[in-house]
Structures are given as C-alpha cells and as structure tokens.
C-alpha cells in the first residue's frame, strides 16, 4: 500500500520568494511520484512526476522536485514565486501505474 | 485535440435520488479512472477501467455506486439512494495505457454533486 503526507494544508509566500511545498511518501515498493495543480474550477494538471529515472525532475512552469529515497520525500520547489502560482497542490504516488494516492493538498497563496 | 470532458459540471439532486455521471476520455485512451474529491481533500480512487472491463474496483465505497464502459469509451458513474455524505467532486482520468511504462493520467474538470 501506499501513501503520502503533504506538510502544510496553506502555505503563504511572496512575489518572488523561495516556494517550497512537502510531501513525503510511504510505499512497500520502488514508487512513481507526481505533482498536480489545481486551479479553481478546473481539472489536475501534471506538473512534473519521477518515475526511476533522474531524481531531480524539472516540470511545468519553472517548478522541480528531488526524489530523496532516504528521507522518503518529494517536495515541490520553485526559485522564485509569481503570482499566477497560486493554487492548490497535490502529491501523489503510485506503485504500478495504475490508481493514484493523493495527499490531502497545499494551498498556495502568493502575497503581492 | 479534446481533452477529457465530465458532464453535468454541476448536479443537484435531493437524497435518495439516483444519479449519473458521465466521463468521455481522450479518444484512444484504453484505461479510464474514476476519483472522488471531497471538500478539502485530495482525489480518492474509485474505479478503474481497462477496455470495457472494471480491472480495479477496490475504491467504491459500497454497492450504491456502480460504474460501466460498454464500449470502451464513455463512462457513466451511477449512484443510487444518494446520501449527503455523497457530495464530492467526481473527477474522470483517462490513459493511453502501454504495459510496461507509465502512462499519464489526462483529468477532466470534474462533475460537482451536491446531496440536498
């Protein structure tokens, strides 16, 4: 089974600020690791994922996460913040590719 | 192309009414999923498809949700005696699935119950 922890249900930074977002996962498997973005009213957008290969993942939109099989964490990391980031976050992690387990999600606010 | 499409995006109805989601999926896509969303919650899956069959239907929560492919494209979702605890947001998925590699899930926008 698997599963995930997001750190932080809100997380509030500046316009141009470090974002850093957490997850940590649990999987009695090698895992597939996944970010998503939702905006309101609209569906999951992929925004990176890992899937054994490099452990540093650059995505969409400026955003990258390192697969620390160590500390059994991916977290979500941005250099500088914009506006237009401001979302709901969501880790997820799969063990076959098949069903997603999502974390309960980070809120982003970006303050101007 | 069209990305995955959910109607109604919105449905209200009165407990213990039955109800029906409908999911239409990237064309191609062979594998089809289906999650629910409560309120300040991440997806939690329900059901997946592989063709027309169910291959995974360990996520429903009991027998008043039942979900069908019969032609290996469209998917409806049906709940029957609904109950409040059944407002959610209802996400489809959808897959271009290829054994051996993983293959992205393509979400559609959601159909939002409310159980009056």
């Known amino acids: 089974a698997q599963s995930v922890t997001q750190l932080g249900s809100h997380v509030s930074v500046s316009e141009g600020a470090l974002v850093l977002l957490r997850c940590n996962y649990s999987?009695?498997?090698?895992?597939?690791l996944f970010w998503y973005v939702q905006y309101p009213n609209q569906g999951l957008q992929l925004l990176l994922k890992?899937?054994?290969?490099?452990?540093l993942v650059k995505g969409i939109n400026g955003f990258e996460a390192e697969f620390k099989k160590s500390e059994t964490s991916f977290h979500l990391t941005k250099p500088s913040a914009h506006m237009s980031d401001a979302a709901e976050y969501f880790c997820?992690?799969?063990?076959?590719?098949?069903?997603?387990?999502f974390g309960t999600g980070t809120r982003l606010t970006i303050i101007p | 192309g069209a990305g995955v499409s959910q109607t109604p995006s919105n449905k209200v109805t009165e407990k213990g009414k039955y109800v029906e989601l409908r999911c239409d999926p990237i064309?191609?896509?062979?594998?089809l999923y289906w999650y629910r969303q409560s309120l300040g919650q991440g997806p939690e899956f329900l059901i997946y498809?592989?063709?027309?069959?169910?291959?995974?239907d360990s996520g429903l929560p009991n027998d008043r949700f039942f979900a069908v492919r019969p032609e290996g494209s469209v998917s409806t979702l049906k709940i029957q005696r609904t109950e409040r605890g059944d407002s959610a947001v209802y996400l489809c998925?959808?897959?271009?699935?290829?054994?051996?590699?993983?293959?992205?899930?393509?979400f559609g926008p959601g159909t939002r119950l409310t159980v009056l």
């Open positions: 997820a992690v799969t063990a076959g590719g098949e069903k997603l387990t």
């Open positions: 890992y899937t054994s290969a490099a452990t």
């Open positions: 999987s009695s498997v090698p895992p597939y």
């Open positions: 498809f592989q063709g027309t069959g169910a291959a995974d």
């Open positions: 998925a959808s897959s271009l699935r290829v054994a051996g590699y993983y293959n992205e899930q393509f």
């Open positions: 064309s191609g896509h062979t594998a």
